[in-house]
């Protein structure tokens, strides 16, 4: 059982808009702003997408965003599209056991 | 830019050591005060911090674990390696070497490495 909670399974359409959750506890998500996502296609490394809930690495699409709302963390994705359909986890910064994450959502463009 | 790669055993028997060594290249590991972790997704499952180890030397590991884990530093070779004690086939999975600049930002990934235990 994943530290932090995400739906199993989340679809859209092209052009259309998701937002996946990630709910955690007091003690990461509802504490620290060091929330960060990662886009996971099947046979590859993940790789990061949003960091400090919000910031975008360099050279990630702004069709991805983030936000937080007490315990819960959200991704969302705007104007889907074929290459989205991926997995996705959050983790967030845990203190004393430093890094917990989702167990991760199967997004599928419809 | 910053690459880097997991190499080791494919087969480890239970009850012995899986041995992985991840090489860093493009950056140098004692510089820039990165946490260099290792992360594992068992088959279909989700991800799992293992541990790290900071550029000065300092390590953490997952308490799950048990105290199994050990993660060294060998900035001569600008490598960092896994080593986890007594495995059995819950530890069965993909181990990934990433860098993290703070708090599980992982930004650079290794491309993975499947570890059976099985005999």
């Known amino acids: 059982q994943s530290a932090l909670t995400q739906p199993a399974s989340v679809s859209g359409s092209p052009g259309q808009s998701i937002t996946i959750s990630c709910t955690g506890t007091?003690?990461?998500?509802?504490?620290?702003?060091?929330i960060s996502w990662f886009q996971q296609h099947p046979g590859k490394a993940p790789k990061l997408i949003l960091y400090e809930v919000k910031r975008w690495p360099s050279g990630v699409s702004n069709r991805f965003s983030g936000s937080k709302s007490g315990n819960t963390a959200s991704l969302t994705i705007s104007g889907l599209q074929a290459e989205d359909e991926a997995d996705y986890y959050c983790?967030?910064?845990?203190?004393?056991?430093?890094?917990?994450f989702g167990g991760g959502t199967k997004l599928t463009v419809l | 830019q910053v690459q880097l790669q997991e190499s080791g055993p494919g087969l480890v028997k239970p009850s012995q050591t899986l041995s992985l060594t991840c090489t860093v290249s493009?950056?140098?590991?004692?510089?820039?005060?990165?946490?260099w972790s290792w992360i594992r997704q068992g088959p279909g499952k989700g991800l799992e911090w293992i541990g790290y180890?900071?550029?000065?030397?300092?390590?953490y590991y997952n308490p799950s674990l048990k105290s199994r884990g050990l993660i060294s530093l060998d900035t001569s070779k600008n490598q960092f390696s896994l080593k986890l004690t007594s495995v059995t086939a819950a530890d069965t999975a993909v181990y990934f070497c990433?860098?993290?600049?703070?708090?599980?930002?992982?930004?650079?990934w290794g491309q993975g490495t499947l570890v059976t235990v099985s005999s």
């Open positions: 990433a860098r993290d600049p703070n708090g599980g930002a992982y930004d650079h």
């Open positions: 007091n003690s990461d998500v509802g504490t620290y702003d060091l």
């Open positions: 983790s967030s910064y845990a203190g004393s056991t430093y890094v917990v």
């Open positions: 180890i900071h550029h000065r030397g300092s390590t």
């Open positions: 493009g950056d140098s590991m004692t510089s820039g005060g990165h946490y």
